[in-house]
């Protein structure tokens, strides 16, 4: 059964290149497209890392400090600071905006104010980290490099360091500065937070406000991205349903050509599983081959790709069991051809 499945293959070995082709693409494209969506999530858990704390206080009404976030006095971080199960308190800003690059390019991004050598502790991968308020910490996605120059509200801003992966809302850049000068370049030094980062376990929250715990945080950051996520994996998913239409015509198209060839098995008293089995055998050779290809074409995607692109180890490994499935699958669907097969027709076949 084995030898005549690589020989069907064998045989018509064009055909096969190009199956194998056609569907490594379709799943490679599909395993790119579930490293842009690790990627936002891994964005998202790794700023809210950096910014750090168990709770994060907001103002009442408010569902978070990132999607359309309120604003309240900073100085509501002393209060917060006092209540039993605190054991430090301090404000962020947190807004959207663009900025302006000394190469004169204008650049999204997320903006995040807080206080140095607190809570917030972010973690340059080149520079060092700011050791004046009027300079920054860029994500690595900007482009830029320490001693670069930004503009934010007309006020000039110098890049000290750069980190990692530092992204949110569909890995849009961060970039992290003093509160006071963000408070400066937008809100003309009014002393506005958009939440109270908390270490501890508030025992309750102050009239005015709501306590949030990280699932609601993670909630509220994620929310803005919610359809494109979605969208994104649905893509994905109808990526898979094309691999397996186009590996069950190949083996249908297979199944006809060698009814012959099968009856004359059967004549001779072959099953009609043993030759399902060749189907499905050739299917699994062709996906799996597939699969290899799929992930050389998501590595090579991945640096070229207008999005961040991390696909998790998991999915690279899990990778040649999809290919298994949808080879066993894409055979079975073409078993009932295998068994229509009239073992008389080997000896009719020549008149």
């Known amino acids: 059964m084995i030898r005549l499945a690589l020989r069907e293959l064998q045989y018509h070995w064009k055909r096969t290149l190009i199956v194998v082709a056609a569907v490594g693409v379709l799943l490679g494209i599909s395993l790119t497209l579930a490293g842009v969506n690790a990627a936002w999530n891994a964005g998202s858990d790794k700023t809210l890392a950096t910014i750090g704390g168990d709770f994060y206080v907001v103002p009442a009404g408010s569902s978070g400090p990132f999607d359309g976030p309120a604003t309240f006095p900073a100085v509501t971080a002393r209060r917060v600071a006092r209540l039993a199960g605190v054991r430090a308190a301090e404000p962020i800003l947190t807004l959207h905006d663009t900025i302006s690059s000394s190469d004169g390019r204008v650049l999204d991004a997320n903006v995040v104010g807080y206080t140095p050598d607190g809570i917030t502790r972010p973690e340059p991968t080149s520079g060092t980290l700011p050791s004046a308020p009027t300079q920054v910490l860029v994500d690595s996605t ?210």
């Open 142 to 351: 900007t482009g830029l490099s320490p001693g670069a120059t930004v503009t934010l509200g007309g006020v000039r801003l110098t890049v000290s360091g750069v980190v990692s992966g530092v992204t949110y809302f569909a890995g849009q850049s961060v970039m992290l500065m003093n509160l006071g000068e963000l408070q400066r370049a937008v809100f003309d030094g009014r002393d506005l937070a958009s939440a109270v980062v908390v270490k501890g376990d508030p025992a309750r929250a102050l009239p005015g406000t709501a306590l949030l715990d990280m699932s609601q945080i993670r909630q509220d950051i994620n929310r803005p991205v919610g359809k494109a996520t979605a969208t994104v994996a649905a893509i994905g998913a109808l990526l898979l349903v094309s691999a397996l239409g186009v590996i069950s015509m190949i083996a249908y198209i297979s199944a006809v050509e060698r009814a012959v060839e099968m009856s004359v098995i059967k004549a001779l008293g072959g099953s009609t599983w043993a030759l399902a089995g060749q189907l499905v055998l050739s299917s699994v050779v062709v996906t799996a081959a597939a699969s290899v290809l799929a992930a050389v074409l998501a590595v090579a995607l991945g640096p070229v790709f207008p999005m961040p692109v991390e696909v998790p180890a998991v999915d690279y490994l899990a990778m040649p069991a999809l290919a298994l499935a949808l080879g066993v699958l894409a055979g079975l669907l073409v078993v009932r051809q295998a068994a229509r097969v009239d073992p008389a027709e080997a000896f009719g076949a020549g008149r």
